[in-house]
């Protein structure tokens, strides 16, 4: 197989990197997607792409076989809670959307439809935080979602943005979304 380069995004990718051991920071090696990638044998790892708009980028081999690059020039950066939730947002891509893909390549940015990219935000968080735990560890910090301290303690628990959380548990209707709104706004005072 020859390597696939980004910077030949216009041609058609049929091959992809073969990679044994993801080039990734130590402290993103025990992210809860990286068993279920490796079950599913999805490579991943980070590499530089020249937008800082794009989070990720899924590319397929001939043979079917998926990829995923998580941009480590990405916007808001890869901390372990950005790169765990890449990582999900990437394979809601492959379950959801291969068929769409007739280039090979599922990428998520500013400029992918905003459905399909909302729907995949949407699986990531399931997966990241299904409700069965987050009411769990909600109902054991025996305060209320919506209070920046207690947001701050369950984000930290289950290792997801306050962002991430916030829309969550609205879409749970856990909390309304002024109170969804409080937990980003609040967090930052």
């Known amino acids: 197989m020859r390597p696939v380069t980004l910077s030949t995004w216009n041609t058609p990718v049929l091959a992809i990197r073969s990679a044994t051991a993801p080039r990734l920071p130590p402290a993103h090696r025990a992210i809860v997607a990286a068993p279920i990638l490796g079950t599913l044998g999805i490579a ?6 020249s937008d800082p708009n794009t989070r990720a980028v899924t590319v397929l081999s001939q043979s079917g076989r998926a990829h995923i690059v ?10 372990e809670r950005v790169f765990r939730f890449s990582l999900a947002h990437e394979l809601a891509h492959l379950f959801l959307d291969r068929d769409r893909s007739a280039q090979l390549a599922v990428v998520s940015g500013p400029w992918a ?3 399909i990219e909302q729907r995949a935000n949407a699986f990531a968080a399931a997966l990241l935080m299904p409700e069965p735990l987050l009411r769990r560890h909600a109902l054991a910090l025996e ?5 920046p301290r207690v947001a701050q303690q369950l984000a930290a628990l289950l290792r997801v ?3 991430s959380l916030a829309d969550r548990v609205y879409n749970l209707l856990l909390v309304t979304r002024e109170e969804a ?4 706004c609040g967090s930052q005072r």
């Open 44 to 49: 991943y790892d980070t590499q530089t792409l």
């Open 70 to 79: 998580v941009n480590d020039r990405y916007l808001r950066g890869i901390s």
């Open 113 to 115: 439809p905003r459905v």
């Open 143 to 147: 305060g209320q979602l919506w209070r």
């Open 161 to 163: 943005s306050l962002s």
């Open 181 to 184: 709104d409080n937990i980003i």
